[in-house]
């Protein structure tokens, strides 16, 4: 049928994933680094992601494209709902002698036991496990009542400093706003701030444009959520220099 839908100009797309968050309907993907309509009767037409790309990408068009699918669109939402929820194991169901499990999943929590290192060595800061969004638990311990750091994956090369100015002080997760999905890390963090009321989110961000989309993730899980948390945001810049830092929320 003749409608309206999105349509994306890849020369011009960057990846940033700006425009996958403010598809409620989870009509778009980052695919091989570029925003994509993962299905026509999935996009409704209306617009809602265009304000959010900052290079113009996004335009409405009228062509002929499958109708919009209301009902499909909750079943896949629905879809992403579950394997995002398969993805939170309950470690307490699969460590029958205590150990064992997915050790990627296993939630645990660990203080240092000294201080000595070698020449070579330098010891990591790290207290607890998992830390990628994905996986991490929304009542894991470590996150009740606490502020929590969303870091964007490429932050730990970039500054030097990392552990001790962020693992010595906060819980953390990590994602990559460009690469993974962003509506799955909406709902899980929303679901955090529900389940374990953190006293504020500390995103710490790169520069780069689709780095942003992180602390747009981390706004549209506080509004979602139904909770009035504090957002933070660390800009840090490629050469590992801190550029910003502000409050948002």
């Not at 997915?102 to 660990?110: E, L, T």
């Not at 780095?211 to 840090?236: D, K, M, R, Y």
Request: one cysteine or more; glycine letters at 8%.
């Amino acid at each position: 049928m003749l409608r309206k839908i999105i349509k994306i100009d890849e020369e011009l797309c960057d990846g940033c994933g700006n425009c996958i968050t403010s598809c409620h309907e989870g009509a778009l993907q980052i695919i091989n680094g570029k925003a994509k309509v993962v299905k026509e009767s999935f996009c409704d037409g209306l617009g809602a992601c265009i304000g959010e790309c900052p290079l113009n990408a996004l335009s409405i068009v009228e062509t002929d494209a499958d109708s919009f699918d209301e009902a499909a669109v909750q079943t896949h939402l629905q879809q992403i709902k579950r394997q995002n929820a398969n993805q939170n194991i309950d470690t307490r169901k699969h460590t029958p002698h205590g150990g064992g499990g997915c050790p990627s999943s296993r939630v645990m929590s660990f203080e240092k036991v000294g201080n000595e290192k070698s020449y070579n060595e330098i010891p990591s800061q790290l207290r607890q496990w998992p830390i990628q969004l994905h996986l991490v638990p929304p009542n894991a311990p470590y996150f009740m009542n606490a502020d929590i750091a969303l870091v964007a994956d490429c932050v730990p090369f970039s500054y030097g400093n990392f552990h001790n100015d962020f693992l010595t002080k906060f819980p953390i997760a990590i994602g990559c706003p460009k690469l993974d999905n962003g509506q799955a890390y909406i709902e899980k963090l929303s679901k955090i701030i529900q389940q374990s009321r953190p006293k504020s989110f500390k995103v710490v961000v790169m520069e780069v444009p689709c780095c942003s989309g992180l602390l747009q993730i981390a706004q549209q899980a506080v509004h979602s959520s139904g909770f009035n948390i504090p957002v933070e945001v660390t800009v840090i810049g490629i050469r590992g220099d801190i550029l910003i830092e502000k409050t948002i929320l």
